[in-house]
C-alpha cells in the first residue's frame, strides 16, 4: 500500500511550498527503489521524474524524506517503516549534524488538535516542551490542565483556554506552521432531516448542523469513532461523581442531557441551549461582551473551524444534589480554519422554528 494522503488544500499547499529554481545538485540518500514510508505526509507536488522530488523535499520545511510514484511526490515529515512496493522510489535528506532543538516562545490559549505522537504528565508547559525537543518527531507541544501531548503535525490551530502550545525551534529556526486548508467559498447547502425520530446524538447534530448554516457556515458531522470514547467516559460514573467537564482531551460542551430516547427531534436541544449565548456576543469584535465564559459554549459549538461533533450521555447518581443528574457531554473538532464567526443570515425566531418543523409536520 502506498501513500495517498492528499487534502483538499493541496494545490494551494503545493503553489506555497514549491522552490522557485530546483536546486542543481541533489542532496539526498541513495534512492531505495520499490521502498514506501506510508504515511506522515506534509504536502504533495508533481514530476515525471522521481529524483526531482529531492528539490521539493529540501525546500520544504520540515521535509526528511519522499516517496514518489506514478509522477506525484509525497513528502514527509518523519521516516517511518519501509515498506515494499512496487513501483514506489523513496529517498531521505541526509542527517543535519549539529542541529539544537530548543523551545520557541509559548503560544497561550491555543491547541494543535490532533496528530498526537505521545502523551505524558507534567507538572507545567515548559517541561512539556523538554519533552518534545527531546523527540526528533516532535514539532509543537500542547499542556493543558497536567497533561502533555507531543504532536508531529501543526496543521490544525484552535482556541483552548489554558492551553499552552510551543513549537520547537532547531538552531533559532522555527518551523513555520503547515499552511492550513482554505474555507470554503461554496455555500452549505440544507441540512436534510435524518430518518426516523432520532436520539440524542442525531438531535445534537442536526440542530447544530441548522444553527450553523443560519450564519453561512458548513454543517457538522458525527464523529461516531469519538462519540465511543465519549460514551465510554459518560458510562463510567465513578470518573465524574459531581458532574462537571472531563473525559477524552477536545474543545467540549457540557449540558443536562434530554431523557428523550429515540424521540429527540421534536423538541430543541443542547445545541440550542449553547446557541442561545448569542445574545452576548458581539460580531464587530469576535468576543463575548459578560467575560469569555458566558460564551464559551456558543464559540466552541459555533467556531467556524468545527467540522465534527461526537457526545457521550448518561444519568448517574450525583451526591453534590442527592439525586440523579443526566448529562450530556460533546466534543468537537475541525480543520484548523479558524476566523471570525459570521452573524446570522435569519431572525433568530426563524432558526429557531427550522429545528423541529420537519418533524412535526411528520
Known amino acids: 500500500m502506498w501513500s495517498t494522503t492528499l487534502l483538499s488544500a493541496t494545490i494551494l499547499a503545493v503553489l506555497a511550498l514549491m522552490p522557485s529554481s530546483v536546486t542543481s545538485a541533489s542532496v539526498c540518500a541513495i534512492v531505495e527503489a520499490g521502498v514506501d514510508y506510508y504515511g506522515n505526509d506534509l504536502v504533495a507536488t508533481f514530476h515525471d521524474n522521481h529524483a526531482d522530488c529531492c528539490s521539493d523535499c529540501q525546500s520544504t520545511d520540515r521535509c526528511v524524506v519522499y516517496t514518489w510514484r506514478d509522477g506525484v511526490c509525497y513528502l514527509k515529515h518523519t521516516k517511518g517503516t519501509p515498506e515494499y512496493v512496487p513501483g514506489v522510489?523513496?529517498?531521505?535528506?541526509?542527517?543535519?549534524?549539529?542541529?539544537?532543538?530548543?523551545?520557541?516562545?509559548?503560544?497561550?490559549?491555543?491547541?494543535?488538535?490532533?496528530?498526537?505522537?505521545?502523551?505524558?504528565?507534567?507538572?507545567?508547559?515548559?517541561?512539556?516542551?523538554?519533552?518534545?525537543?527531546?523527540?526528533?518527531?516532535?514539532?509543537?507541544?500542547?499542556?493543558?490542565?497536567?497533561?502533555?501531548?507531543?504532536?508531529?503535525?501543526?496543521?490544525?490551530?484552535?482556541?483552548?483556554?489554558?492551553?499552552?502550545?510551543?513549537?520547537?525551534?532547531?538552531?533559532?529556526?522555527?518551523?513555520?506552521?503547515?499552511?492550513p486548508p482554505s474555507s470554503s467559498t461554496v455555500k452549505p447547502q440544507p441540512t436534510p432531516p435524518p430518518s426516523g425520530k432520532g436520539d440524542l446524538a442525531a438531535q445534537v447534530t442536526y440542530q447544530l448542523s441548522i444553527i450553523r448554516q443560519a450564519h453561512g457556515l458548513n454543517a457538522v458531522e458525527y464523529d461516531a469513532d469519538m462519540a465511543t470514547g465519549m460514551q465510554a467516559w459518560a458510562d463510567d460514573c465513578s470518573q465524574h461523581p459531581n458532574g462537571g467537564h472531563g473525559g477524552p482531551y477536545g474543545v467540549q460542551n457540557l449540558a443536562p442531557a434530554l431523557i428523550c430516547g429515540d424521540n429527540c427531534m421534536t423538541q430543541d436541544g443542547p445545541s440550542w441551549w449553547w446557541y442561545d449565548e448569542i445574545k452576548d456576543w458581539d460580531f464587530n469584535t469576535n468576543k463575548c461582551n459578560v467575560g469569555n465564559e458566558a460564551c464559551g459554549h456558543f464559540e466552541n459549538s459555533m467556531g467556524t473551524w468545527v467540522t465534527h461533533v461526537g457526545c457521550g450521555w448518561s444519568s448517574c447518581f450525583n451526591p453534590s444534589i442527592g439525586k440523579i443528574d443526566p448529562l450530556l457531554w460533546c466534543n468537537y473538532r475541525g480543520n484548523g480554519d479558524d476566523h471570525p464567526i459570521p452573524p446570522p443570515l435569519v431572525p433568530q425566531d426563524q432558526i429557531k422554528a427550522s429545528l423541529t418543523a420537519a418533524f412535526k409536520r411528520r
Open 89 to 179: 522510489t523513496s529517498a531521505a535528506l541526509p542527517a543535519q549534524p549539529g542541529g539544537s532543538r530548543t523551545c520557541g516562545k509559548v503560544e497561550r490559549d491555543v491547541d494543535y488538535p490532533g496528530n498526537d505522537i505521545a502523551r505524558t504528565n507534567t507538572a507545567n508547559a515548559a517541561d512539556c516542551c523538554t519533552q518534545c525537543a527531546a523527540n526528533n518527531a516532535c514539532v509543537v507541544s500542547v499542556w493543558y490542565n497536567g497533561a502533555c501531548y507531543l504532536k508531529d503535525n501543526d496543521r490544525n490551530k484552535i482556541k483552548v483556554a489554558g492551553a499552552r502550545a510551543y513549537h520547537v525551534q532547531t538552531d533559532g529556526n522555527t518551523p513555520k506552521p503547515t499552511t
